[in-house]
């Protein structure tokens, strides 16, 4: 292992996805620094030997978006990673951006004292030596997921506990009686592993859950959806984006919506739609039943209240009887069973008494989180709740916010971890380099942010990290100066409109900008690729012309009763899109220029690609004029992607005569 070096500006402690963009953002701004990870290998919980991940392991998001801003995957096809191809990606990255001589592993830090503005900081290396160093500024980016929690409910049960990143295998739990507790994507995956092997599975949930399909086009279509045997399968498929779930969960034009108007055709349209076309004891007719009853004490916010399990592998388990869910607002132990009080729900029924229903077990998964822990860290007054850090990101006690900075803490409602962590470092490293400083008023603005997400997510208060996607990097990227800026060709601007917003829009402008890795991606796909299915396309188009109008009465609204607003605005759920009021962001008078021409120049397009049979189709060899050219090729990148020719919407192509009479309407 290589010594670590006397002088450093700054410290990164943590070799995760986080820390790594954290370490190669500051060195290619020419900052000196290091990173320092207490395990064997870099990649946190995806690597090999982190011990922390069970071996069928997904990703919950696809690679376009979980790639670095401006570093393209080498997959023809949009897909999910498996945990191996995630490690195998951040290896490349660390290979192509040459910073593996950087990363210090097998080395934890003992203590971090702040002393006249310099951290000085004790080091604990493999062989047990005890080092100190001096650096001037510190990353913390060992995430969220470093400690972990188990409740005190398991008191007087006398069988197995396991916490769910120490289950790796079906094999641990073969011919025993299984209780998993939580819902989210850990408890969802280790749910459908131990069916395979287990007696009797059963899984425990307070309330109804909150849960979406990875694939969306293929939960529309198919009966018998199975992300069980799509995920193994990916690349036999060439699927568009728009048939993902982050398209209608991060696009812009879905987002554009306000809630009520998404909750609506959520509920009395998808979830009515497939509940009929499946049957309600179908995979996708219990997502909806399930859903519908989340959903019932805020029918315009209950999606966006609580946080959505990006996965409906455990519906098809239940739709399959390979394990039953039960929904009580209690459980306690006694000896080798659990009894669960006044429930809800059991197997595929909703339960007219409420008797207590007591189960045999032999082992627990607890699925519960992990605890945030910064006793290491000797600064007086730090708060450990990310929330009332400035962009999740800075501490606002005493002048902690011009020293230290946690990266990792900023946790999707819909969307990536890394990506957070990406744009934040962008932003971090400009303040290091005295380019950028906080606004004057940081603390003001943490601490309005705060109570703005814990009124909007008040159904889940207690996942600190917690931030709406679209709202969170449009905020930051205000900071950094890299907000997407509106394309100027048809195509560009349909894709910017309907795709989902993916890291690399991030990168075609400001410092640190490589458009030509956001045309890399884009230039992939077709224009209407993205596209969501009917009738969803057919809400989004028609808000798409209106909610200029009521964004504007907002605007002004705002502009003379909510000027000193703190937390959410008053009917927000109707009149408003989140991306204008979470993570600080307003409506401003350039809004309502060049996007609004934009946003209705993408609906123009669609309906005219979607009215087909008014015009001839194109042979399938032939691209829009409007489409931009392929990028020059960026020197090392891992692979340019070659543009695809559109998918059909509803049948039919649009014509590319038509682009040159819209383009015209350009700014």
């Not at 010594?3 to 450093?8: A, M, N, V, W």
């Not at 207490?38 to 919950?60: H, K, Q």
């Not at 380019?435 to 207690?462: R, V």
Request: proline share 7%.
């Amino acid at each position: 292992m290589m010594s670590i070096p006397t002088k450093s500006t700054a410290l990164v402690v943590g070799a995760g996805p986080s820390g790594l963009v954290a370490l190669k953002e500051m060195k290619e701004a020419g900052i000196v620094a290091i990173a320092v990870d207490s395990a064997s290998d870099f990649g946190g919980v995806f690597s090999p030997a982190s011990g922390m991940t069970y071996d069928e392991l997904y990703l919950t998001t696809t690679n376009m978006f979980m790639a670095y801003s401006d570093f393209p995957p080498k997959d023809e096809n949009v897909k999910y990673w498996s945990k191996q191809e995630y490690y195998e990606y951040m290896s490349s990255y660390v290979e192509h951006f040459n910073f593996r001589s950087s990363i210090h592993l097998e080395t934890s830090v003992v203590k971090a004292k702040l002393i006249s503005d310099a951290w000085h900081v004790t080091f604990k290396t493999k062989a047990g030596e005890l080092l100190e160093r001096i650096f001037d500024y510190m990353v913390v980016a060992t995430g969220a997921n470093h400690t972990p929690h188990l409740p005190k409910i398991f008191q007087g049960f006398k069988g197995e506990i396991l916490h769910s990143h120490q289950y790796h295998s079906q094999e641990q739990v073969k011919g025993k009686k299984v209780l998993v507790i939580g819902m989210g994507e850990s408890s969802a995956d280790v749910v459908k592993s131990s069916a395979k092997t287990a007696e009797t599975v059963t899984l425990w949930t307070r309330h109804y859950p909150n849960v979406a399909p990875r694939f969306l086009g293929e939960c529309i279509d198919d009966k018998n959806y199975s992300e069980d045997e799509y995920l193994p399968q990916q690349d036999s498929k060439d699927r568009r984006p728009g048939e993902f779930l982050e398209t209608v969960l991060t696009s812009r034009i879905v987002r554009n919506m306000p809630l009520a108007a998404w909750a609506t055709v959520l509920q009395k349209g998808l979830f009515a739609d497939l509940k009929v076309a499946h049957g309600s004891k179908s995979a996708a007719g219990l997502m909806s039943d399930w859903c519908l009853n989340s959903y019932k004490k805020d029918f315009f916010s209950g999606d966006t209240a609580s946080v959505p399990t990006k996965t409906i592998m455990i519906c098809t388990t239940a739709a399959n009887k390979q394990m039953e869910m039960v929904v009580a607002p209690r459980m306690r132990c006694e000896s080798n069973r659990v009894v669960f009080e006044e429930p809800l729900y059991r197997g595929l029924e909703k339960l007219d008494n409420t008797d207590d229903i007591p189960i045999d077990i032999d082992v627990i998964v607890a699925c519960t989180g992990y605890k945030v822990s910064f006793d290491w860290i000797e600064a007086p007054g730090l708060d450990s709740n990310p929330r009332f850090w400035f962009k999740h990101c800075i501490p606002t006690s005493g002048n902690l916010g011009k020293k230290l900075a946690f990266i990792g803490y900023a946790r999707p409602h819909q969307g990536g971890i890394p990506q957070c962590a990406e744009i934040l470092s962008r932003y971090i490293s400009q303040l290091v380099l005295k380019t950028k400083t906080l606004p004057d008023n940081y603390k003001d603005l943490a601490q309005a942010e705060g109570k703005c997400e814990n009124e909007c997510f008040y159904i889940s208060k207690h996942i600190a990290p917690l931030v709406d996607y679209p709202a969170f990097m449009l905020s930051v990227s205000r900071l950094v100066g890299c907000e997407p800026v509106v394309p100027q060709d048809v195509s560009g601007i349909v894709k910017y409109w309907t795709f989902p917003l993916w890291s690399c829009f991030f990168r075609t402008q400001g410092i640190g900008a490589k458009p030509e890795m956001c045309e890399a991606i884009l230039n992939k796909f077709g224009t209407f690729d993205a596209v969501a299915p009917m009738p969803l396309a057919a809400v989004q188009v028609i808000l798409t012309f209106f909610m200029p109008v009521l964004n504007f009465c907002s605007f002004v609204f705002e502009l003379f009763f909510e000027k000193q607003r703190k937390g959410i605005p008053a009917g927000y759920k109707f009149r408003s899109s989140k991306m204008n009021f979470m993570s600080g962001n307003c409506l401003r008078l350039k809004d309502f220029g060049a996007p609004v021409l934009a946003q209705w120049i993408a609906a123009a397009a669609m309906i005219l690609h979607g009215v087909g049979s008014l015009f001839p189709t194109p042979s399938s060899d032939k691209k829009f004029s409007s489409t931009p050219p392929p990028p020059t090729p960026y020197s090392g990148a891992t692979q340019i992607l070659t543009p695809k020719v559109p998918t059909p919407l509803l049948g039919a192509q649009f014509h590319p005569d038509l682009s040159s009479s819209i383009l015209s309407l350009c700014p």
